[in-house]
């Protein structure tokens, strides 16, 4: 996937906000500090369009990022910080259930686990919640780059056997930092979204000059 253009539209409180151009949207579930801002910005080879911290509960609302005038990423708040009160996560858990189940043009849901742990409660109520919805939803296990590769197998294995996933449920290996999986994240996102490949090496027409007045 060649990025030409990646801008951040708007960090949206409700459906009011979200854009209404009807592209189509790709969302990323996980827990605060799994990595979710992390791996748009690798998608997109920018550094710091989606805001990340090393300080957890930082993304607040919906934040709506276009790429290529083709599709939405769609930053989701993480769930899990402890910091952020009850009520609070309440509104948010709202906004994320409307969000899931009320808007069309969503094509996928990546839910972003970390590599390196067993999936948390929180991970696997949001994949039991989301299979049972019969949303289109993957698993993406990040921080890759923090375990040795002969060890993945065996991490893979168990977060795939705690979340309850079967040979079809879609699973990829990712890493922010070194890379890894996002070629193979891009084909499968590329797919779901419907995007034309060809378009990438496809020169627009270029309009003759001679019907103009
Ligand atoms: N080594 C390594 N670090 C990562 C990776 N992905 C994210 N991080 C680090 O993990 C921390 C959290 O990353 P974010 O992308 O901000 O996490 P988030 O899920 O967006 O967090 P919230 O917005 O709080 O929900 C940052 O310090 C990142 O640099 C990765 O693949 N490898
Ligand atoms: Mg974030």
Redesign the pocket.
């Known amino acids: 996937m060649k990025i030409k253009n990646a801008e951040f539209v708007i960090s949206a409180v409700g459906p009011d906000q979200y854009p209404d151009d009807a592209l189509p949207e790709i969302a990323l579930a996980?827990r605060?500090?799994?990595?979710?801002?992390?791996?748009i910005n690798r998608m997109i080879n920018r550094k710091n369009l989606?805001r990340?911290?090393?300080t957890?509960?930082?993304?607040q609302h919906l934040n709506y990022y276009r790429i290529n005038e083709q599709l939405y990423f769609v930053?989701f708040?993480?769930y899990g910080?402890a910091k952020v009160s009850k009520t609070l996560r309440q509104v948010w858990g709202k906004m994320i259930e409307q969000y899931i189940l009320e808007r069309e043009s969503l094509r996928l849901i990546m839910l972003?686990v970390d590599l390196r742990h067993p999936p948390s409660k929180d991970d696997i109520l949001m994949y039991d919640w989301l299979k049972h919805y019969d949303m289109p939803v993957m698993v993406v296990a990040?921080?890759?780059?923090?375990i040795p590769r002969s060890r993945h197998a065996k991490h893979v294995k168990i977060i795939k056997q705690e979340l309850g996933m079967t040979p079809e449920d879609k699973f990829i290996m990712?890493?922010?930092?070194?890379g890894i999986g996002r070629e193979e994240l891009w084909g499968y996102i590329s797919e779901v979204a419907e995007l034309d490949k060809e378009e990438d090496l496809v020169t627009p027409p270029v309009e003759s000059d001679s019907n103009e007045v």
């Open positions: 996980g605060s500090n799994v990595g979710k801002s992390s791996l989606a990340t911290s090393s957890p509960g930082k993304t930053d708040p993480g910080y972003i990040t921080k890759a780059d923090k990712f890493s922010s930092e070194a």
